[in-house]
Structures are given as C-alpha cells and as structure tokens.
C-alpha cells in the first residue's frame, strides 16, 4: 500500500468541495464564508493532535480522519460535518479535550464529535453488546443524524485498511458492517454507502464464497458486456428519434454490490444458479424528466419484448426507502436478457445519497423532520421502552432491518410495515384506537380476515366498531410488528384495571 501524504489528501478534499460548491449542491452552497476557513483550522489542529502517532498500516494517523472527512464531502454533506470529521477521533485518541474543541471550533461542531466519542469504539462481542451497539446508534441518529453518517465515512476507512489488522479483529469488525452498518445505511437510502459498506466487508467474512463470486463474475461480464455495447447504442438512436433526450446511458455492471448480488444467489429459487440474475449488467438511462421515463419505457418495449412479471414501477410506487426508478427486463433479438433503469437525474441522486440528497443541514442542524425517517422516531421510543436485549433485538430485525412493503390507506396515505404484516398491524400504525375498534378489514375492496398477509400496493381499510372497547387477546399472536403488540398488551392492561 502506498503511504499517503497528508497535505496533498488537504488539497483533494479542498477541490471536492470546491466541485461541490461549482456544482451548486444547497449542503455546501449554502456554507457561510468562515467555514472553509474553520475546516482549514480543524486541519491544523487534528494533524498538531494526532502528531507523531500511526496507524496499524504504518501511515500517519491523520490520513484516517482526512479519508473520513473526503468521505463526508463525496456524500455531498456540509462543511460542518466535514469539519466535525476531521476531528471525530480527537478527545478520544489525543491529549484534546472535547472542551478544547468546542472553545475552538464551536458547540455545533463539538456536539458532532462528542456524539462520534459516545458511540465510542463500538465493539461487536456477542449479542449483549451488539444490542448495546444498536441502542446507541439508533439514539445518536435521532439526536442529529449527521453524526452517523460521520461513523458510516468512519468505518469505509477502517475496512479499507483491515488487511493489517489479526485476523479475529478483521472477522468481528468486518461482522458488525453487515449486521449493523449496512442495515442502517439501506434504512437511510444511502445506497452507495450501503453497497461499499457491504463490499468491503464480504471477503472477511465469507471468504470462501467472496472467491467463488470473483471468481464467477468476469468472464459472464465479457460475454454480455459486448452484446451490450451494441443494444445501448440501438437505444440511444431510437430515443433520439423520438425526441427524448438522454442525459445519461450507462452499463451498470456488477462490479459493485457483489455482495447484493451473494445475497440474491443465496434465495431458494435461484440457488446459486448465475443465469437466473437478470440484472448481472443493467443498463441505467438518466432521461431530464418523469414523462420522458415513461416515454423512454414505451419505446423500448416497442424494441424489446418485455419479461413478464418483471416491469417494475417504482416511480409511481416508490419503495419505503424513497427509492424510484422504473425497471424492466427485456429480450434482445440476439436472445439475451437485459434489465433496464430508467429515472431522472433527482430520482438517481436520491437513490446514491439518500437522506443525504436533499438534507437541508442548516436549517435542520441534522435533526430529523423527514416525515420517511418515522420508523427512526418510533425505535427511539420503542427502545427506551424495552429494557430486555433479546427483546429489543426482536423488535429491531422484525421493525426496521426485515423487508419492507408500502401499503396505502383509502385516502392514499402510504404506511411502511414489514413483510407479512396484517390488517391488525396496520390499524395500529395509523392509530391506536383505530386498532383496539377494528373488527374487520377490506383490502383493494375485498374483504378479508384479520390475520391476511398484506402484500406492496394493498389498499387498505379498516372496517372499526365504535362500540367495541378493547382488542382480542389472540391478535398478540397474529401481528407482525412490535408497536402493534405493544398497544394490545397496553390496551389489555389498562382494561383489567
Ligand atoms: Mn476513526
């Protein structure tokens, strides 16, 4: 590994802002004209503490917190947070003092850092502490979601620079990335972060199956890669005929998110099998509008014959996550299989950044009040509630990290729930007392039974008895989410006092 040097990593992180600004983004545009001054100081002042001190890799330490804060300014985050990255290992590793940097740099950035040293140097040991690890997350999130997106810059750094640490350091930290980080990014719609968090952290811990994916991957690309080459060009003439304008066609290959791509291996009913992926290339068009996508759509179905089942909207119905694009696989005349995503420049820019995107950081100082970031507030509360780890760890995998279905209420409400929730579920999601007064349920105007599984799309209503004074016990055992079994046993209670 080359050794790094600190002042040229500066002078890069200083020009990716620098493109950042030029490009308009409203994190760093709207920065005020002291703060890059501020960040220059941070920069002082961290290599001045950390002098003399060095990595596992041999480097000097700075270079880590300089690849945390060029991070931050890739996700495109304000320059507060960029600062606050610079210093984020300060109070813990050098003889500074969280005080030193509030005198300093100020109460905004100092609350980001003394939120990176609560979190501490989370450990992944045994359940007990991976419970422990999640409760000071998800409270650190709610406080000001910034200082976790600092952790996620944190962690890429560390993984890339894991091959020098044993074995059993490099096994437990690379663990926690899948169990906890990745989740949590996916959660957020930080899709690029999630994709790299994963990445790095695959080969440590499936080493075996790490090799047999790079293994298998290359040669499936060159084969389709060429046919590839040509349909894209056919595409872009035929939408250029018909007036749409491409602000970009790209091959997707699977060179990222292989572990994703594990994952889908892993299911069932394709069984490790690599000719039943479809979308081992995509070929991603970035068209200026949601008209032209549905325009760009129509065309390449009247090229293509589309797979069946496999046309995918999730502009009109974006995944919980805020995630849209249209999808379709298709076959080529040459007889192979191609996924397509179609989504305009915002709709690829909230897929890659997330929450990131469109945050507003100084008129929200990282406090949440995107109304997708309910399930966050809701955890929050739910884990003061729970003092049991088995319990909290329950809720966790079934509430935020199980998949997710969107369902909408009569007036077109979304309600984000977990798979296989149930009208019960969902009433309590909208309301308590919606739920301790149902008695029944229609779902798309059919009725149905308490326990039905709803499913993505469902509309669905609430058939209440306004006479009805407490739910039925056996729903405890029908309801899929812990916010739902919470409010029977509340409602329960409060009945047999
Ligand atoms: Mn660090």
Not at 200 to 211: C, I, R, T, W
Request: hydrophobic content about 40%.
């Amino acid at each position: 590994m080359a050794i790094l040097n600190p002042q040229q990593e500066f002078d890069r992180l200083l020009k990716t802002i620098e493109q950042c600004r030029n490009a308009g983004l409203p994190a760093v545009a709207s920065a005020k004209a002291g703060d890059l001054d501020m960040l220059k100081l941070a920069y002082d002042f961290a290599s001045e503490a950390h002098k003399g001190q060095v990595r596992a890799s041999g480097e000097p330490y700075i270079i880590h917190p300089l690849a945390t804060a060029q991070k931050l300014a890739e996700m495109r985050l304000d320059l507060t947070t960029i600062t606050a990255g610079l210093l984020h290992d300060v109070p813990e590793d050098t003889a500074f003092t969280l005080e030193d940097i509030k005198k300093n740099f100020g109460p905004e950035i100092a609350k980001l850092v003394e939120g990176i040293t609560k979190l501490g140097k989370l450990k992944y040991r045994g359940m007990e502490r991976y419970a422990e690890n999640l409760r000071k997350m998800f409270v650190a999130m709610s406080d000001d979601i910034r200082v976790v997106l600092i952790k996620f810059a944190d962690r890429l750094h560390n993984l890339k620079t894991l091959d020098v640490l044993p074995p059993d350091k490099q096994f437990r930290i690379a663990k926690e990335t899948l169990e906890i980080y990745a989740p949590i990014a996916d959660r957020l719609a930080i899709g690029q972060i999630k994709g790299e968090l994963e990445d790095l952290a695959f080969k440590y811990v499936y080493p075996v199956d790490y090799k047999w994916i790079t293994g298998i991957i290359p040669q499936e690309y060159k084969v389709k890669e060429r046919s590839l080459k040509e349909i894209k060009e056919k595409v872009r003439k035929q939408l250029h005929d018909n007036n749409i304008q491409i602000d970009e066609i790209s091959l997707q290959g699977r060179t990222k998110h292989l572990y994703s791509l594990y994952k889908k291996l892993l299911r069932p009913h394709i069984n490790r099998d690599l000719s039943k992926i479809y979308d081992l290339i995509a070929l991603r068009l970035i068209v200026p509008t949601m008209t032209d996508c549905y325009g760009a759509l129509g065309i390449l179905h009247s090229m293509y014959r589309p797979m069946p089942g496999r046309i995918k909207d999730y502009i009109a119905n974006p995944k919980p996550n805020g995630y849209q694009s249209l999808h379709t696989t298709v076959f080529t005349d040459d007889g192979e299989i191609v996924e397509f995503q179609i989504r305009t420049r915002e709709m690829h820019d909230q897929a890659e950044f997330g929450i990131a995107a469109h945050w507003n950081f100084k008129e929200n100082g990282g406090k949440i009040t995107a109304g997708n970031l309910k399930w966050l507030k809701e955890l929050v509360e739910w884990q003061k509630q729970i003092k049991d780890n088995d319990q909290f760890l329950q809720t966790v995998k079934l509430d935020v990290f199980q998949n997710r279905i969107f369902v909408f209420t009569p007036k077109g409400d979304v309600i984000d729930l977990p798979e296989e929730a149930t009208p019960i579920d969902f009433a309590y999601h909208v309301h308590s007392s919606l739920g301790d007064k149902c008695v029944g349920a229609r779902v798309n105007d059919q009725l149905v039974n308490l326990g039905y599984q709803l499913k993505s799309g469902d509309i669905v209503e609430i058939i209440t008895d306004k006479n009805r004074k407490m739910p039925n016990p056996d729903w405890i055992d029908m309801v899929k989410t812990s916010m739902a079994r919470g409010k029977i046993r509340a409602a329960m209670n409060k009945q047999k006092k």
